[in-house]
C-alpha cells in the first residue's frame, strides 16, 4: 500500500493517468497472452491425447494367447557378426518379461540393416536370438532363412505358451516395405504380406519405435489382420516422454538443436517455434544461420541455398518471441581430417574472441562464452528436448562445447527436476560421451522416428494402433 501511495504523491495527475493507461494495456496484452496459451494447450491437449489414448499392453488380453511383436532388432553387428551393442534388445525385455508372466506365445518380428528384399546372411537376426536367450536366461527358438517359410508357420503354430520364437528378418521380403518380387512399389503384395505375417498370431503388439514412421508391412497394414493390437511398453514410454515434452511441457521449454545440415531439421524447428520458449543453435547448423545474418563463417560446413530459409526462421523465431540463440564464439580450425576424425599435427586451432569467423578457418565446436551463454538457459529450463551435436564431437579436442551442454542438462534433470529428452543417433552417443546418460529423463531409441514426432509428423506405425474403448 505504502508503493502506491508513493507513486501518487510523486506524480502529477497527466502522469497518473498515463500510469493507468499502460497498466491497463499491460493487463490487457497479458489476458491475451494467457487466452493464446490456452488455445495452443487445447490444440496440444488434442494431439497429445491422439497419441496417448492409444492402446496399450494394459488394455488387452494376453494371458494363453499367441501374441506377435513387432521389435526393433536393427542391432550394429561387427564382421564377425557380434552384436556390438545390445541396447536396442534391452530395451524391449520389459514388454517380453510382461508377457511370460502373462503365460503368452512370445512371436518377435524385426527387421535388421538394409538387405533389400533379398536374403542376405550377414544380417540374419540368428546373433539377435543368442543375445536375447542369454539376456532371458531362457531358450530363444529361432528359425532361419524366411519369416513366412511353412517352418515358421509351423513353428509358430507349435508353440507353448511361456516360449519364444524369433522369426527372421522381415526386410529380406520387398514386401515388407511396400514392394513385389521385382521391386516395385505394390501395396497388394504389401498387404498380402502383413496377412501371412499376422496368421501367425493371434494378437499384436507394436514396440519398435524405430519403425513407426515407416508405413510397412509389419509396422501399418499387419494391425488390420489381427484382432487385439497395442502398443508394448517402450513405445507407450517413447510417446509418453515425447508427447508430453512436446504438447503438455512444463515451462520454460527449451530446444537445442545441431547435427550437420540445417536442411535435416527445417521441419524440426518450425514445428518447434510454435511449442518452445527458447531455440539453441549449434553444430555446423549453426553456420548457415549466422551467415544469414550477415556474419562471416570462413570455410565453415554452410548451405549456401538455405541462407534465406535460415533467416525467416530467425524472423519467425522473433514474431513469435521465442529467444533463438546462436553461438557467439566458436573453436575453429584451418585443418581437420575427417576421414580418420583427427586434427592433424600442423593444424591451427583457436578461440574466436565473437561470432565471426576468419577467411581459412572453420567453425568445428561452440567456444567458452556460448557454452557459458547456453548453460544459463539451460539451467531455468524445465523441458529440454535435445537433437543434434554441438561440434564435431567425434573428435576429442571438438567434443566440449557438446559433452559440456550435455553435462548441464543432466545436472538440471537430476538437481532442478527438468523433464529431458535426447533423440538421434549422434546426440546418444554424445550424452554417452559425457557419461551423463542415465541422468536424463528419456533417452529415445528411435533416430528418424524421434525426429518425425519433433516435426509434428504423423507416424503411421503408431496411428494403426487402435484407440482406447
Ligand atoms: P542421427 O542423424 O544419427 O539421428 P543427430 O541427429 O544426433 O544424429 P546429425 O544431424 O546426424 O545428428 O549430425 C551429426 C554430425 O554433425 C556429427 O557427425 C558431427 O560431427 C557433425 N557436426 C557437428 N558440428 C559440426 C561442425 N561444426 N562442422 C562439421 N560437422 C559437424
Given amino acids: 500500500m505504502w508503493k502506491v501511495e508513493f507513486l501518487v504523491s510523486n506524480v502529477d495527475t497527466s502522469h497518473l493517468w498515463l500510469l493507468c493507461r499502460s497498466i491497463v494495456l499491460r493487463k490487457i496484452k497479458l489476458i491475451q497472452k494467457a487466452a493464446s496459451y490456452k488455445n495452443m494447450c ?7 491425447k491422439g497419441y496417448l489414448m492409444k492402446n496399450t499392453l494394459a488394455d488387452i488380453a494376453v494371458e494363453g494367447k499367441k501374441v506377435l511383436v513387432r521389435v526393433d532388432y536393427n542391432v550394429p553387428l561387427d564382421a564377425n557378426l557380434k552384436i556390438t551393442n545390445d541396447k536396442r534388445i534391452i530395451a524391449t525385455l520389459p514388454t517380453i518379461k510382461y508377457l511370460l508372466k502373462k503365460n503368452a506365445a512370445i512371436i518377435l518380428i524385426s527387421h535388421l540393416g538394409r538387405p533389400k528384399g533379398k536374403k542376405v546372411d550377414a544380417m540374419s537376426l540368428n546373433p539377435v536370438s543368442l543375445c536375447l536367450s542369454g539376456l532371458l536366461g531362457r531358450p530363444v527358438k529361432f528359425i532361419g532363412y524366411d519369416c513366412i517359410s511353412h517352418e515358421s508357420k509351423t513353428a509358430a503354430a507349435n508353440l507353448k505358451t511361456g516360449e519364444i520364437l524369433l522369426l527372421e528378418n522381415l526386410r529380406f521380403h520387398p514386401e515388407e516395405e511396400g514392394k513385389n518380387a521385382v521391386g516395385e512399389k505394390d501395396n497388394n503384395a504389401m498387404e498380402a504380406f502383413a496377412k501371412e505375417l499376422a496368421s501367425m498370431g493371434e494378437v499384436f503388439v507394436q514396440d519398435a519405435f524405430g519403425t513407426v514412421h515407416r508405413a510397412h508391412a509389419s509396422t501399418a497394414s499387419i494391425v488390420k489382420y489381427v484382432k487385439d493390437v497395442a502398443s508394448g511398453f517402450l513405445v507407450e514410454k517413447e510417446l509418453k ?6 504438447e503438455k511441457p512444463i515451462r520454460p521449454f527449451l530446444a537445442i538443436l545441431g547435427g550437420a545440415k540445417v536442411s535435416d531439421k527445417i521441419n524440426v524447428i518450425e514445428n518447434l517455434l510454435n511449442k518452445v520458449n527458447a531455440i539453441i543453435i549449434g553444430g555446423a547448423m549453426a553456420y548457415t544461420f549466422l551467415k544469414s545474418q550477415g556474419v562471416s563463417t570462413g570455410t565453415s560446413l554452410v548451405e549456401d541455398d538455405k541462407l534465406d530459409l535460415a533467416a525467416e526462421l530467425i524472423r519467425k523465431a522473433r514474431e513469435k518471441k521465442v529467444d533463438f540463440l546462436l553461438p557467439i564464439d566458436h573453436i575453429i580450425t584451418n585443418k ?3 576421414t580418420n576424425k583427427h586434427v592433424p599435427s600442423e593444424a591451427d586451432v583457436k578461440i574466436t574472441v565473437d561470432e565471426a569467423i576468419p577467411e581459412g578457418f572453420m567453425g568445428v565446436d561452440i567456444g567458452p562464452k ?41 545436472e538440471a534433470t537430476t538437481n532442478k527436476g527438468a523433464i529431458s529428452v535426447v533423440g538421434g543417433g549422434d546426440s546418444v552417443s554424445a550424452v554417452k560421451k559425457a557419461g551423463v546418460d542415465k541422468k536424463i529423463s528419456h533417452i ?5 522416428a524421434s525426429l518425425e514426432f519433433l516435426e509434428g509428423k504423423e507416424l503411421p506405425g503408431i496411428v494403426a494402433i487402435p484407440d482406447k474403448k
Fill in 241 to 246: 516422454f515425447l508427447g508430453e515434452a512436446l
Fill in 42 to 48: 487445447e490444440c496440444g491437449l488434442w494431439l497429445l
Fill in 444 to 448: 529415445s531409441t528411435g533416430g528418424g
Fill in 336 to 338: 581437420v581430417d575427417f
Fill in 370 to 410: 556460448s557454452i557459458e551463454k547456453f548453460s544459463e538457459v539451460v539451467k531455468f529450463s524445465k523441458t529440454i528436448v535435445w537433437n543434434g551435436p554441438l561440434g564435431i564431437f567425434e573428435i576429442n579436442e571438438f567434443s566440449k562445447g557438446t559433452v559440456e551442454i550435455a553435462e548441464f542438462i543432466a
